[in-house]
């Protein structure tokens, strides 16, 4: 009973999405309304037409019926026209704005959803379910109402013709009714599987596409279709258990009325004295009623899968977003940053990342952070901009706590160079303009080019700034997209960078061209670096060795490498490493 009710509530709350477009879906309503009461009206002129036609021969009758029949499919044609391009103009829009809704929600979600999620299963959400939904709102319902206006009519036309046959109907309606019921359960909770077995299917695919030149290098194309495979046959498994249950319901459906049917043929023939007209008007409608019956129940198949899929949606949509409780908007920070005992663990996981960090950074100093991988240097820059927020303790900037700042005020003052480049499938222009999201003039994107030492090669390219980078940059060169993402830092002049293994990615050559740009952003912010080559940060203000999540050593090299500390080890390994 209370998953028939979440599916009514889930099922009203898809219809919501209509409620905008409601005169076009009326539209479409009554267009499918009409066509099936024309079908009926069609089946009721057989007893006329072979009473008066045939058997007592009225020509009137038989010279008008051709024109009445012309005129009934002329209706019946135009409904179905009306009612087909209004269910299209709705069923788009529907679709669309679920869909807009449910990206601006991806948008929005905090970063620990993105750890719990594949990319493949919110692209499968955003595509497949949304389609399902559509189905549920709109197809299943117009073709819900044309059978069932079809079916009344048809009850209309029988019960005018002979009540007393007609009542033998009324038998199968609860018989049909509860196996509907029966089917919707199985067919939800397949639903379910199937969705979920499509998501992985979306996942593999576009994990194996995105990697495949390390799929190739490292022979791994057995392997990744062996995975593929898995996954295909874990969805084909539960689409032949939806097909099978889909399959036995309709012929259940009509073995039902073909037994009452029967019963009726042996009724009218054995004990009432019918005419020739009302007998085969009976037969025909009777015949006729099956159709909408076997396509309702197998309506209810993509009706409960709709419903599931929406289900799934909506989970997303009704989802918490990024905590934004901040009213303090900034204008531009000086970029003095404090942590103060701030610890942190990631949301579902009781290990502690960061422990008890206590750090005062003065504006335009810079920071390196060292530190074997996994040491939590990462993480300790991804809680400044708020992707996480500290479990306890507190991040001040300019002397406000950072949970008092709004997310977009405080994010306008960073600027964020990692060793994974994200770049869009656009020109080079708009994907260095992105960090200021406006009008750019294009000396400023050149000048920002220049700066990063990216000009040198945009200018060779045959379409230079305007020159289409492919899907993330793939028409570019590693050390290409890392420059053009230096770019997009310094064109944005943020008072707070962070280069987290920004020049990772650039051969000795190109690291060094870069480091002189780098060293004059930062003379104009404060900067929190991290890098795996350590002869890359010996110019910092200070640098902050990190283990286990707390920082074991700070300040400048001079003194560190004086100390004979951790840092010292490091840089004696990363030089033997280098040998």
Known sequence: ?????????????????????????????????????????????????????????????????PLVLIGIFAV???????????????????????????????????????????????ISKLLYNVDQISAAGGASLTTMVREVALIISLLVVMFYTSWRLSLVLLIIIPIIALLISFASKHFRRLSHKQQHAMAEVTHVTEESLKSYREIR?????????????????????????????SALNSPIVQMVGAVAMSLVIYIAVAKLHVSAGTFVTMITAMVAILKPLRNI???????????????????????????????TVLARTRGHVQFKNV?????????????????????????????????????????????YDATSGDIILDGISTHDITLASLREQIAVVSQHVALFNDTIFHNIAYSMLGEVDEEKVIEAAKMAHAWEFIEKLPNGLYTVTGENGVMLSGGQRQRLAIARALLKKAPILILDEATSALDNESERLIQAAIETIMKQSTTFVIAHRLSTIEHVDRILVMDEGRIIESGSHQELMSAEGAYADLRAFAMDSNH
């Open 297 to 327: 129940t197998g309506l209810n198949a993509g009706l409960q899968s709709g419903v599931a899929a929406a289900q799934s949606v909506f989970a997303t949509v009704d989802a918490e977003e990024e905590k934004d409780t901040g009213t």
């Open 76 to 122: 019946r044609g135009t409904a179905n026209v009306m009612a087909t391009y209004c269910f299209g103009y709705v069923s788009g829009y529907v679709v669309s704005d679920i869909r807009r809704q449910l990206f601006a929600k991806f948008m929005r979600l905090p970063a620990s959803d993105y750890d719990k999620a594949t990319s493949g299963q919110m």
């Open 217 to 245: 290098i490292f022979g791994g194309q057995a392997y990744q279709e062996q995975s593929f495979n898995k996954a295909i046959m874990y969805a084909l498994r539960y689409n032949l258990k939806f097909t099978m249950i």
């Open 343 to 387: 610890s942190f663990s990631y949301p579902g996981h009781h290990k502690t990342v960061l422990h008890e960090i206590n750090i005062d950074v003065k504006p335009g100093e810079s920071i390196a952070l060292v530190g074997r991988s996994g040491s939590g240097k990462s993480t300790f820059v991804s809680l400044l901009p708020r992707f």
């Open 1 to 65: 009973m209370q998953s028939s009710q979440s599916g009514l509530k889930t099922y009203r709350r898809i219809l919501s999405y209509v409620k905008p477009y409601w005169f076009l879906m009326l539209l479409a309503l009554v267009g499918n309304a009409l066509y099936s009461a024309m079908d009926g009206y069609v089946i009721h002129l057989l007893k006329p037409l072979m009473d008066k036609g045939f058997i007592d021969k009225d020509l009137a009758y038989l010279e008008t019926f």
